[in-house]
């Protein structure tokens, strides 16, 4: 079975600045895909950004970046000039690309931005 | 707007009384997914239907049930909720395989 570990629980940052969140994962698979969710509070949870295993380029969505670590099964999350609406629950997530439908979600991170 | 739908956002119920939470989807995706969220953990994933084909977890309770009578409904049935089911259920649709997931809003049960 597939682990994603998120060793964060909560974090705060600056309005502005840039903070990382951090996920580990284990596997014993090679295709796999990860995925970051941000869970707004009593809003639905949405998709922040999507890395393909077999690529060796970090993904990028504006603000959002991957540090993708393959090897060290790492897999953090960089958000840059954070905005107040960036405060969230943020779940890293682990997909099978064999198996397909069956994710993995970490613990989640509760970030807050302050003002 | 294509969407995950979920009715009731709020659900009360008695412990040991039936409730049936719903979700609806307008993306025509073909596999639906029901999660359990308790605060401050990860989802669990209860079960999934890829078209028809029913998926269950090994560890979900027999107690939790499902239904998905076409492709844009699915019903999450608790059958005898006890005080540990009260929780977030999140539904949650994907297109095709390896695609991300589209959640709803949620349905946020309390058993009494």
């Known amino acids: ?30 295709n796999y895909y990860l995925f970051w969710y941000k869970q707004p509070p009593s809003r639905q949870m949405i998709l922040v950004i999507r890395q393909e295993a077999y690529k060796q380029q970090n993904a ?17 999350l960089k958000i840059s000039d954070s905005q107040l609406g960036d405060t969230a629950m943020y779940f890293c997530a682990f997909m099978n690309q064999d198996t397909g439908n069956q994710f993995y979600f970490g613990t989640g991170t509760s970030l807050t931005v302050i003002p | 707007d294509a969407m995950v739908i979920q009715n009731p956002r709020y659900q009360v119920t ?3 009384k039936p409730v049936t939470l719903s979700c609806s989807q307008t993306l025509n995706h073909n596999v639906m997914y029901w999660y359990q969220q308790k605060s401050s953990q990860a989802p669990k994933l209860l079960f999934h239907y890829y078209d028809k084909d029913f998926n269950n977890e090994a560890d ?41 997931l589209h959640f709803g809003n949620g349905t946020r049960l309390t058993v009494t």
Do not use: H, W
């Open chain 2, 60 to 100: 979900t309770p027999d107690n939790f049930q499902s239904r998905r009578p076409n492709t844009s409904f699915c019903f999450l049935d608790i059958r005898s909720p006890g005080l540990g089911d009260a929780a977030m259920y999140l539904c949650a649709t994907s297109g095709y395989r390896n695609s991300p």
């Open chain 1, 60 to 76: 990028t969505e504006n603000r959002f970046s991957v540090n993708f670590q393959k090897a060290a099964k790492s897999f953090s």
């Open chain 2, 14 to 16: 008695q412990f040991g």
């Open chain 1, 1 to 30: 079975a597939q682990t994603v570990t998120q060793s964060q629980p909560e974090m705060s940052v600056q309005e502005a600045e840039t903070v990382t969140l951090s996920c580990t994962y284990d596997t014993s698979e090679s």
